[in-house]
């Protein structure tokens, strides 16, 4: 059979299948229109060594035991028999259909004896970004115990270096390197969501690679849930990248006919670096038809300003005082429902506080839309604090690793407001996970549980004029149970269906996906949500690092990203509004800070910050980035250029004192080498910034020189003071 070969401009895949069995020969590069006969270089073509196999192995689109496969196997599993697992337990599956286009392909492989169907989708988006799901299918007659059912790729042999990430709740997505071994670099992740330590990506790359050189291969797996992500070096010389989805015990039985579908995995390669993965990926996400098109609004969040104290006339005066620096959508933060004084009680009752609100939340909307903002509302609709009307009414709704079995409570009344068919104490007995930030996890797979929060979402959304929706989800999900099995994978469903029904019945709300910060960022929550929160850290420091590392993936018209007080809430560092403001302005702008407070020169400043954002969100947030590779460490540039490259925007920020008494040139790579661009420092002018006699003689009228300039020789740059940065603007007839 002819080979299934998927291309477009700037990466391909080659399938060999003349073995019976599909096999990923290539992922990388485009190999051209015409391909040799692979009759001797394909699968079976492959040596045979001493002491080993007495046939070629194959590394199948589901590498597998049967085929001499030694690494970790793509479908594991077993027949349950007579109530007990383990019959049945190493599959052979063949291929017994294909249909492929040129840049898609569906195959399906069977294993008869055991009664398995797998059919494997792969989709090679304009741009590169390759996407693969996997659905196993129950054909036989026992049921089937499924433990992992993975999406593998094949690295090139260049691949000698793995780049990942890790990090903590206000430190997310920081990198570390290793080199790749023989044996598997495994990261796991069993929050029951995504995690402030996730991988986002997992790279497999050339010696060195950076942002701009060098091969990399790349994967992302599209999962809110429990997870794993690998690279396995082989002793036969191979290297392998996958992902799965991180089952519990008995987590997935599959009946008779019944499927399980993989997440996708989101693949990308690169000859251009690091950079060139973030520009797959940015494809892909501007390519959807429900990617955010209008102008993300400047967004003002009352959280850092008043943290739990709502009082109407000092959020009406935060309300004026944003609108008067030209903010577009206010969103009041946590405390504003039932027993909300702190993070102790209320999870669960979602209703407006008639304590503090005694009017309901309409005063202080009016106030809001009034003023030409939009207005939005935070809620954790996931999660239910013990001290609830709602957790008192349904422990039951609680999840753990052992069913609530409620008993009656005699004659107590349930709370108003919240329906339930009796009212009910829990069972001494029942077991709950340990609390986090005061909190347990609703169980949404209790299909009750689900409808009272879609009801109370769709209830406040119908309601009133809300525009947005700040969705927080607080806690890791351990133990996660229900009917005393676990249920992670039926959970993170659960979620997904709340967010879609919730979205179909208010198509034009938009929500944030905010998890203690930054522990859902994936493509699976993107999918459903109009941007991520990076991080509970608006220290502009970290953010630095953690916004370049999110957007490796992520495109900063979906970041979050606002400019904190002075002084940092979670860091205690003080930094300049030019620092803060520079760093916020790469993302979906905006701030959370009691701007009550600022006046005269700093409040001039911050409006005109704002206006220059307005000027420049259709660059930030659909062009090009890119991130040069200095060799001074205590250095970064970034910027995003425009498709034509007539335009373009960058920050030089120092994150620390050099060891070089002065910055010298910078080249600025990603600009079209023939066009000749006037370059500007546009802010800040103030001298605060530098640490020099005399700034460089182009920063007081500006300077022409060609891209090609710019990038092999650069520019003198100021010298500046560390945790400081300056804005450049580049433009071209």
Not at 229 to 236: H, I, N, R, S, T
Not at 497 to 503: E, G, N, Q, Y
Request: charged content about 20%; hydrophobic content about 40%.
């Amino acid at each position: 059979m002819d080979p299934i070969y998927l291309r477009v401009d700037s990466a391909s895949v080659l399938i060999d299948v003349s073995s019976g069995e599909p096999s990923v020969l290539h992922w990388g590069a485009d190999l051209g229109a015409t391909l040799p006969d692979l009759s001797a270089l394909g699968s079976g073509g492959m040596p045979v060594p001493h002491s080993a196999l007495d046939t070629p192995v194959v590394l199948g689109l589901l590498p597998q035991a049967s085929s001499g496969w030694r690494g970790r196997p793509g479908l594991r599993g077993s027949a349950v028999t007579q109530g007990a697992a383990g019959t049945g337990f190493s599959a052979r599956l063949s291929l017994t259909g294909m249909r492929a286009t040129g840049t898609s392909a569906i195959l399906t492989q069977e294993d008869a004896e055991l009664g398995l169907t797998v059919v494997s989708e792969l989709n090679l988006h304009d741009g590169g970004l390759l996407e693969i799901r996997h659905t196993l299918t129950n054909e036989g007659t026992t049921d089937y115990a499924l433990e992992e059912l993975a999406a593998v790729l094949p690295i090139g042999p260049d691949g000698t270096e793995i780049l990942d990430l890790t990090g903590r709740w206000c430190r997310e997505r920081h990198p570390q390197r290793r080199p790749v071994q023989q044996g598997t670099w495994l990261r796991s992740g069993r929050h029951g969501r995504t995690g402030h330590d996730s991988a986002l990506l997992l790279a497999v790359g050339s010696a060195g690679f950076g942002n701009r050189q060098g091969k990399v291969w790349a994967a992302h797996f599209a999962w809110s849930g429990n997870h794993q992500a690998y690279v396995e070096g082989l002793a036969d010389g191979r290297t392998v990248i996958g992902a799965a989805e991180l089952l519990g015990s008995g987590e997935v039985l599959l009946t008779p006919g019944q499927s399980y579908a993989t997440p996708p995995l989101f693949a990308a390669y690169s000859d251009r670096g690091l950079d060139g993965i973030s520009e797959a990926f940015y494809a892909w996400f501007r390519a959807r038809g429900h990617h955010p098109s209008s102008p993300r609004p400047v967004v003002v969040n009352t959280w850092e300003a008043v943290y739990f104290n709502h009082d109407l006339d000092v959020l009406t005066e935060l309300a004026a005082s944003a609108a008067e620096l030209g903010a577009e959508r206010f969103v009041l933060d946590d405390g504003w429902f039932r027993h909300r004084r702190d993070d102790h009680a209320g999870l669960g009752d979602w209703y407006v506080d008639a304590d503090i609100w005694p009017d309901g939340l309409g005063p202080l909307i009016e106030a809001v839309t009034s003023r030409g903002m939009e207005f939005g509302l935070w809620v954790e609709p996931e999660m239910i604090n013990s001290d609830s009307d709602t957790a008192r009414a349904h422990p039951d709704w609680i999840a753990g690793p052992a069913a609530a079995r409620a008993e009656p409570a005699g004659q107590a009344e349930p709370a108003d407001g919240v329906e339930t068919a009796a009212w009910s104490r829990p069972d001494q007995t029942h077991r709950l996970p340990l609390e986090w930030r005061h909190q347990q996890v609703l169980d949404l797979v209790n299909p009750e549980a689900w409808q009272y929060i879609y009801d109370r979402m769709d209830a406040l959304l119908t309601a009133h004029p809300i525009a947005y929706l700040k969705w927080d989800q607080n806690r890791d999900l351990l133990e996660m149970g229900h009917a005393d099995r676990p249920s992670v994978h039926e959970q993170t469903l659960a979620a997904y269906r709340l967010f879609d029904a919730l979205r179909a019945a208010h198509p034009t709300v938009e929500i944030e996906s905010c998890s203690s910060g930054g522990a859902r960022v994936d493509l699976g929550i993107l999918e459903r949500t109009d941007r991520i929160w990076a991080s509970d850290c608006n220290d502009a420091l970290e953010r630095q690092t953690i916004q370049r590392w999110t957007g490796i993936v992520v495109p900063p018209e979906l970041v979050g990203s606002h400019i904190g007080p002075t002084t940092s809430h979670t860091t205690a560092r003080t930094h300049e509004l030019s620092f803060r403001a520079i760093t916020a302005l790469f993302g979906h702008f905006g701030f959370e800070w009691d701007i009550r407070t600022v006046a005269g020169a700093e409040r001039d400043e911050l409006r005109g910050f704002i206006a220059l954002y307005k000027r420049f969100r259709p660059l930030i947030h659909g062009g090009r980035m890119v991130r040069a590779d200095l060799p001074d460490p205590s250095l970064l540039l970034h910027g995003v250029v425009v498709g034509d490259a007539t335009e373009a925007l960058f920050a030089l920020v120092a994150v620390s004192t050099s060891y070089a008494e002065q910055t010298g040139r910078v080249c600025v790579p990603g600009l079209a080498a023939e066009r000749n661009y006037r370059v500007d420092l546009i802010y800040p002018m103030r001298g605060g910034t530098f640490t020099q006699a005399a700034p460089p003689a182009w920063v007081a009228d500006g300077v022409r020189a060609s891209g090609q300039f710019l990038a092999e020789v650069g520019l003198p740059m100021p010298i500046l003071n560390p945790e400081h940065a300056i804005l450049l603007h580049f433009s071209a007839p």
